[in-house]
């Protein structure tokens, strides 16, 4: 069962946690030009008011299967298998009111509900000296092609698979996930930003906010993507708590919860 094998590594996670060293991944790309918005895979979007997360706590297991498959629903599940539909755009996209990195308009925009709790944790991440900035958060199923695209013409299809969203698999279509950076790291995506007091601020309060990280170190072939500190993905405030507390990733905790998706 693949159950056994997440105890394994879940048991690991803690360890491989506390030494964290660095990689790189996916949304980052450092070198290619595009590299500064890009890659990496997701998106989402949408806020469900009325759906609001502690529904989803505490609705069925039945409602919470229907929702991870809902590309509108802030508990959609975006990774390599579960994909976004080419014609989803978020309709509560918002610009963004905290430090920015990017020019680019499409990136320095959420949807409503995670820019209003990407505000509210960097502003009070301020209070604490901590200064955190937004770098790259929505980004379009048309985005995605052309990034990809020239991913491949660059790099060759297989390195494009490895640190590059297909188009519809980036979670940054969602509207939800956002890529956060400081000045100790240049304001780059850099797996060394997880061990900046930034990254670890990051690491110790985002899900106070309702956000995860979404690709945690040591969980590589479940998520899907390499380590990526910077990578986060609004969820809700109950769901990421309980993430948080499971030390799981998202799929590994929808599992958990009896979920059957793919892995
Ligand atoms: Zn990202």
Redesign the pocket.
């Known amino acids: 069962m693949k159950s056994s094998k997440f105890y394994v590594v879940t048991s690991l996670v803690g360890v491989v946690l506390l030494l964290q060293s660095c990689s790189e991944s996916n949304?980052t790309n450092s070198n290619a030009e595009s590299s500064t918005e890009m890659t990496?895979s997701?998106n989402e979007n949408q806020n469900s008011e009325e759906t609001g997360d502690s529904n989803h706590e505490e609705g069925s297991d039945d409602n919470l299967e229907n929702d991870i498959l809902d590309d509108s629903n802030i508990l959609k599940l975006v990774n390599k298998k579960y994909s976004l539909s080419e014609d989803y755009i978020p309709e509560d996209l918002v610009n963004l009111e905290v430090p920015t990195v990017l020019e680019n308009a499409e990136v320095n925009q959420l949807s409503k509900e995670a820019a209003d709790a990407l505000k509210e944790m960097i502003d009070y991440a301020k209070e604490e000296n901590i200064d955190i900035l937004a770098r790259?958060g929505y980004r379009s199923y048309k985005t995605q092609v052309q990034l990809f695209d020239n991913y491949v013409a660059n790099h060759g299809e297989e390195a494009a698979n490895q640190f590059s969203a297909r188009p519809g698999e980036s979670e940054?279509q969602t509207g939800l996930?956002i890529?956060v950076t400081s000045e100790s790291v240049s304001y780059q995506l850099s797996e060394s930003f997880g061990e900046t007091i930034e990254g670890v601020w990051i690491k110790e309060n985002a899900h106070k906010f309702g956000f995860i990280i979404r690709y945690p170190e040591g969980k590589e072939e479940i998520a899907g993507y390499q380590y990526?500190p910077w990578?986060l993905r609004y969820i809700g405030n109950d769901m990421a708590q309980n993430i948080y507390e499971s030390g799981l990733t998202y799929e590994e905790y929808l599992v958990e919860r009896g979920i059957d998706i793919e892995i």
């Open positions: 949304d990496e997701d790259s940054h996930s890529d990526e990578h």
